[in-house]
């Protein structure tokens, strides 16, 4: 087989063989495929495209390159979530435990964060103690004994989409259907889990800006997953403002506790929280209706059952579960400042981008990948899209511990003096 008759069949349009596909991903992860070999042809693919049997040959080849978890020791569905990535978005901390609660095993693997969004992983360790790197072993103990597992990625998963991925960096192939799909779905079938609830953001604040190309990249990835057998939902959500209250890493950390414990129920973050967990409830098979699970959702966390789960959890992996009751434990910035309004009116648009960027340059946040993070650091919100805020009024608290980051850039924020209808968290499900 010749890389060059590949290249050139997906220059002209043509479709590739599961077996061209697995001769090339072996091959750029062994090293045997040159890179400019490699560059080539995901040019072509981001033109041309793949169809979904190519898009699962890709991705199954790119599951194949490295370690695989296997959880078939550990009873009941196993049932994983993946986010397309927003700011704020502490979601994955607040349903993890809630659907544990509910008796689906709850299995997640989570990423650290770079630019403007958080990792789920950076959140995770501003609990003293708590550890976020598990072997798969002890991966496997947390599931078993606490319902629930979630670390940073485990052994060597992947590597193919490595060496893939860092080519895709430098050759301006990332916005790619195909390509993001394998990626994605390549690390999600090697983690071992039965059943994925998909959130796909959509919006200012996310990598797909139009309900067009979430919708195209959802449907993918559903394709993808369901033509291996897996059970597979995804969730199109907006991300124009940031979600939630809190941007920064111990003060998502406690947003995530008050939604447990019941506070801001009324919110986008909790109310996307829970059809998230909902969606995993009925995946792995704990409740037949979206209302029953929907309501399973509610006693877990009404009835005390979700935030025992998250105690037990952070304890199990040695973290102080105290720090879930009292916030003094967690990393706290040693000052605050305020962002005042300009002007009075209702807010029509927060650019969660700019509030992401913001937050990463007070130290919350990587601007590369090897800087190291102030955990304590961060904002709080107090006026959000719809509201009405008077002038003079703080809408953003900055918690520092002096790097202020750069001033936020004209047009941040948008504020009118007519009333903005709320819109809704929800754009469509697939
Ligand atoms: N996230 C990934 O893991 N891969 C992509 O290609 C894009 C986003």
């Given at each position: ?82 986010s397309t990535g927003g700011v704020g978005d502490k ?20 990423g650290r964060g770079l630019g403007h969004t958080g990792g789920t992983?950076d959140k ?77 953001k959509?919006g200012a604040g996310a990598f797909?800006k ?29 991300m124009a403002e940031p979600l939630g209250r809190a941007i920064g890493n111990?003060l998502e ?86 962002i ?9 648009a927060i650019d969660s981008r700019c509030l992401g960027i913001l937050a990463m340059e007070m130290g919350g946040g990587r601007a590369s990948?090897?800087d190291?993070l102030d955990?304590?650091v961060g904002l709080t919100i107090?006026?959000n ?11 953003l608290?900055q918690h ?5 980051g750069n001033?936020l850039p004209?047009?941040w924020i ?17």
């Amino acid at each position: 087989m010749r890389m060059y008759d590949l290249i050139y069949t997906k220059k002209m349009g043509g479709k590739l063989t599961p077996e061209q596909i697995a001769f090339w991903v072996e091959g750029a992860a062994r090293g045997t495929v040159p890179d400019e070999q490699s560059a080539a042809l995901l040019m072509a693919i981001c033109w041309r495209g793949m169809d979904v049997e190519e898009t699962l040959a890709l991705t199954l080849g790119m599951r194949d390159s490295g370690d695989r978890v296997d959880l078939s020791s550990v009873p009941g569905v196993k049932v994983d979530k993946h986010s397309t990535g927003g700011v704020g978005d502490k979601t994955t901390l607040i349903l993890g435990p809630i659907v544990a609660a509910c008796g689906v095993p709850c299995a997640m693997f989570s990423g650290r964060g770079l630019g403007h969004t958080g990792g789920t992983v950076d959140k995770y360790m501003a609990v003293p103690g708590l550890k976020v790197e598990l072997s798969v072993e002890d991966f496997r103990k947390s599931l078993l004994e606490t319902g629930f597992a979630n670390s940073a990625q485990t052994g060597d998963i992947t590597p193919a989409d490595r060496k893939l991925y860092a080519l895709r960096d430098v050759t301006a192939t990332v916005e790619s259907i195909p390509l993001i799909t394998a990626s994605i779905m390549s690390k999600k079938l090697a983690g071992g889990s039965d059943a994925l609830v998909l959130d796909v953001k959509c919006g200012a604040g996310a990598f797909m800006k139009t309900l067009d190309d979430a919708r195209t990249l959802a449907q993918s990835m559903v394709a993808v997953g369901r033509a291996h057998g897996m059970n597979i939902k995804a969730l199109i959500t907006r991300m124009a403002e940031p979600l939630g209250r809190a941007i920064g890493n111990s003060l998502e950390v406690m947003e995530s506790v008050e939604i447990l414990k019941g506070l801001h129920g009324d919110s986008d973050l909790a109310k996307e929280s829970f059809r998230l967990a909902a969606e995993m409830l009925i995946l792995g098979g704990a409740a037949p209706t979206l209302a029953e699970a929907e309501q399973r959702v509610a006693q877990a966390v009404a009835s005390g059952k979700a935030m025992d789960t998250y105690r037990a959890w952070v304890a199990f992996n040695g973290g102080d579960a105290r720090a879930l009751d009292d916030f003094s434990l967690l990393p706290q910035a040693a000052h605050t400042q305020d962002i005042l309004a300009e002007e009075g009116g209702y807010i029509h648009a927060i650019d969660s981008r700019c509030l992401g960027i913001l937050a990463m340059e007070m130290g919350g946040g990587r601007a590369s990948k090897d800087d190291v993070l102030d955990l304590g650091v961060g904002l709080t919100i107090h006026r959000n899209v719809g509201d009405r805020v008077e002038r003079g009024e703080a809408i953003l608290t900055q918690h520092h511990n002096g790097k202020l980051g750069n001033p936020l850039p004209k047009g941040w924020i948008d504020i009118r003096p007519e009333p903005c209808p709320k819109a809704p968290w929800l754009l469509e499900t697939i």
